[in-house]
């Protein structure tokens, strides 16, 4: 098992920036897929990005070229550099991991979550 904590939310103007961490428990953190998911108000959970054990990256279309996922496993951390910040970026984002092989991009194939992390962009 493994436990998430996420960090780095706030409010932050369009155009501006914020990086985001997620802290895992245990210490097999480099055998988990990670993924960041967000969720706005009366909307479902989406996928925004996620990045293999082995370090490869997969983006959601609407964040190509802004967001950066990255994972530092000596830290057992994972983070997400979002640049270019939209006010359509708004949400709780939440990071997931799952212990199956391979990166998703659907919740259902993630069995870990943390608690969420608010970000709001103001235009």
């Known amino acids: 098992q493994v436990q998430l904590v996420e960090s780095g939310g706030g409010l932050v103007q369009a155009g501006g920036s914020l990086r985001l961490s997620c802290a895992a428990s245990?210490?097999?953190?480099?055998?988990?897929?990670m993924g960041w998911f967000r969720q706005a108000p009366g909307k479902e959970r989406e996928f925004v990005a996620a990045?293999?054990?082995?370090?490869?990256?997969y983006y959601a279309d609407f964040v190509k070229g802004r967001f950066t996922i990255s994972r530092d496993n000596a830290k057992n951390t994972m983070y997400l550099q979002m640049n270019s910040l939209k006010p359509e970026d708004t949400a709780i984002y939440y990071c997931a991991g799952r212990g199956m092989l391979g990166v998703a991009v659907d919740t259902h194939d993630y069995a870990y979550w943390g608690q969420g992390t608010q970000v709001t962009v103001s235009s």
């Open positions: 245990g210490r097999t953190f480099s055998l988990y897929n």
């Open positions: 990045i293999s054990r082995g370090g490869s990256t």
